[in-house]
């Protein structure tokens, strides 16, 4: 089951000037969104101050940067969250389309599928915060990592104007 919308919250919830479409509701484990809100509220998340979807895709293209991307979500998922209690609280939050885009395809992949355990989008999800908190407790890999994926985004609208 993919659980993911279009995001109909309020303007602030997801970055200033985004056209809706461009973020991804998700859901996010609650001992993994305690601590991305403390990022959020960190002295360091300054000059922009970076929100959820910004912190919480900063998670995702992380833990993707790297080859092993599956092996390490699938293996802190087979080891860590499969042993906490299934009805675990979760927050509703939002993320970047591509990064949205990398969960989802790892979702649809044959590595989530039959004969193996089918994980959805929210255990994905935390997987990355997790491995991005258990790399780097003070957030400070996310950040520069937010920064990195604004200027893509950035650079992502400007470019069908300069085509023209």
């Known amino acids: 089951m993919l659980i993911a919308m279009s995001n109909t919250s309020p303007a602030g919830h997801a970055s200033e000037g985004a056209d809706i479409s461009d973020v991804v509701e998700t859901r996010l484990w609650l001992e993994e969104h305690n601590w991305l809100y403390a990022l959020l509220c960190n002295e360091s998340n300054v000059a922009p101050t970076f929100r959820i979807p910004d912190l919480l895709s900063a ?41 949205f885009e990398l ?40 950040l520069v990592q937010a920064r990195r ?6 650079l992502t609208q400007l470019a069908p104007r300069h085509r023209r």
Request: aromatic share 6%; with cysteine; proline share 7%.
């Open 59 to 99: 998670c995702v293209a992380l833990v993707f940067g790297s080859d092993d991307a599956a092996q390490r979500i699938f293996g802190f998922l087979g080891t860590a969250l499969v042993m906490r209690s299934p009805t675990t609280p979760r927050r509703r939050e939002s993320l970047w389309r591509p990064q």
């Open 149 to 154: 994926n604004m200027v893509e985004r950035h």
């Open 103 to 142: 969960l989802h395809d790892l979702q649809c992949s044959p590595a989530n599928r039959h004969p193996n355990p089918k994980f959805q989008l929210d255990q994905l999800t935390t997987a990355c915060v997790a491995l991005c908190q258990q790399e780097d407790a003070s957030g400070a890999a996310v």
